[in-house]
């Protein structure tokens, strides 16, 4: 952080990813030099997916087998083509009535699980995985899984929008690694799939920007989201 601190400093909610190939591969990631090459490769997946957040940093922490990185996301890759890692989301605190809840912006969410599953499922692939892709995502508050959260659809600050506190399970579902991996829809179907989870435990009917048909509402996002979603026609 430019100012000192941890990002959790900063950040007090994060979603988290974990996902595990049903037919495991193996990436060499024995040697810091081999280590150097998969994040080389990582970053370079990771700037194919729909929003530009996905921005891993250096250095590359030690692990046995396994990749470690901070930024955003934080998290590691093992040689087998497992993921787990998580990105920090835009929560803040509502300007009109600071003792209110904090406000979680939805829309952010979403996007931030679909890279998250690309990513995932780009690593796997890369590692020689295939079959099945076991998904989990879940919320991570590091102010207390007790504290409640407000979500806030758009720009506009929607107090009657539902409150909640972070859902104490995460959301999980299986999805075909060839098909996320070759088609962006298909990574947005299983996104849609674990949002729908976590925001029906926040008391929320459905996503906003993600459909269950694999696509993103692109014309419900301002100018800076827009600019954001690179990978995405």
Not at 58 to 83: A, M, V
Not at 109 to 136: F, H, N, P, R, T
Not at 206 to 212: E, I, M, V, Y
Request: aromatic residues 6%; hydrophobic residues 45%; charged residues 15%.
């Amino acid at each position: 952080m430019p100012n000192g601190g941890k990002l959790s400093d900063h950040y007090p909610v994060w979603v988290s990813l974990a996902a595990v190939p049903a037919a495991r591969g193996n990436y060499p990631l024995t040697t810091q030099a081999e280590r150097n090459a998969a994040f080389g490769r990582f970053c370079m997946l990771t700037g194919e997916a729909v929003t530009t957040n996905m921005q891993p940093d250096h250095p590359i922490l030690i692990g046995r087998r396994q990749l470690r990185f901070e930024g955003n996301p934080t998290g590691q890759l093992h040689q087998d083509g497992s993921f787990y890692a998580a990105l920090p989301l835009y929560v803040q605190s509502d300007r009109c009535a600071p003792e209110e809840p904090m406000l979680l912006h939805q829309r952010g969410l979403e996007l931030d699980v679909v890279v998250q599953v690309q990513a995932a499922a780009a690593w796997a692939a890369a590692a020689g995985s295939s079959g099945d892709l076991m998904l989990s995502a879940a919320l991570l508050s590091y102010v207390g899984s007790d504290v409640p959260l407000r979500l806030v659809v758009g720009d506009a600050l929607l107090h009657h929008a539902p409150v909640s506190p972070v859902p104490a399970m995460p959301a999980q579902t299986t999805a075909d690694l060839t098909a996320i991996t070759t088609d962006k829809h298909e990574a947005v179907i299983a996104a849609y799939t674990l949002v729908s989870d976590l925001l029906a435990d926040m008391g929320t009917h459905q996503p906003d920007l993600l459909t269950p048909q694999g696509d993103i509402a692109v014309q419900k996002l301002g100018a800076d989201w827009r600019a954001k979603l690179t990978g995405w026609e």
